[in-house]
């Protein structure tokens, strides 16, 4: 389950950079996916986020607490 977690890359090759001084090639499939997973998470979250106002908005509850 934790390969699938962007946090698990980030801290591998933070690793690897750190204790074993590996380049930039070396950390780059990590790179990838962390990059990966932005490109698909980031508007996924704009879109939830904009669907969830606006529902909100919609029914009035937006000023409700």
Do not use: C, D
Not at 3 to 9: A, E, K, Q, S, W
Not at 29 to 34: A, D, E, H, M, S
Not at 43 to 54: A, I, Q, S, T, W
């Amino acid at each position: 389950i934790s390969y699938v977690l962007p946090t698990t890359h980030a801290l591998h090759a933070l690793r690897l950079t750190l204790i074993e001084n590996a380049s930039f090639t070396e950390i780059l499939p990590q790179i990838l996916f962390l990059t990966i997973t932005a490109m698909i998470s980031v508007p996924l979250g704009f879109f939830v986020f904009r669907k969830g106002f606006n529902t909100a908005r919609r029914s009035g509850t937006l000023v409700e607490y």
